[in-house]
């Protein structure tokens, strides 16, 4: 199953097209620029902290330059903001994977499975879990 990032809105008058400034962010991303990329993200939740969208930016942005633990705090945010964002569920479940959090990345394989059971990302990491 693939999936694909759904639209924000923020509220009216909010002077930001987050569509535009979200691929920006993500380009910069992609391209290795975390600072410019984290700094993108930071200004869209400026806007509005409620954007998941921003927030899981930043905090892959983070986790590519070894900042575990505010990346998943981050991300364990964003779950509680939106719980069915499995995007984010998914690299919650990876980043707790790897710093050996099997407990909590159990939870999450857990939940992840209960909406998608023939999720790759999770099936082939199941060897190093166990029992579920």
């Known amino acids: 199953m693939r999936y694909t990032l759904e639209a924000v809105v923020l509220p009216e008058g909010?002077?930001?097209?987050?569509?535009?400034?979200?691929e920006e962010a993500d380009k910069l991303c992609y391209?290795?620029?975390?600072d410019a990329a984290t700094a993108v993200y930071e200004e869209l939740l400026a806007a509005d902290e409620t954007c998941h969208r921003a927030r899981f930016g930043r905090a892959r942005a983070w986790l590519f330059t070894g900042l575990?633990?505010?990346?998943i705090a981050e991300l364990e945010i964003v779950r509680a903001q939106k719980p069915d964002f499995l995007v984010s569920r998914i690299e919650l479940f990876k980043s707790y994977l790897m710093?050996?959090?099997?407990?909590?990345?159990k939870d999450e394989a857990r939940?992840?499975?209960s909406v998608d059971p023939g999720n790759e990302d999770v099936n082939k990491q199941l060897i190093y879990l166990g029992d579920l």
């Open 31 to 34: 391209d290795g620029e975390y």
């Open 68 to 71: 575990f633990d505010e990346a």
């Open 111 to 113: 939940y992840i499975l």
């Open 14 to 22: 909010s002077g930001v097209d987050i569509e535009a400034r979200l």
């Open 99 to 105: 710093l050996s959090m099997i407990d909590e990345a």
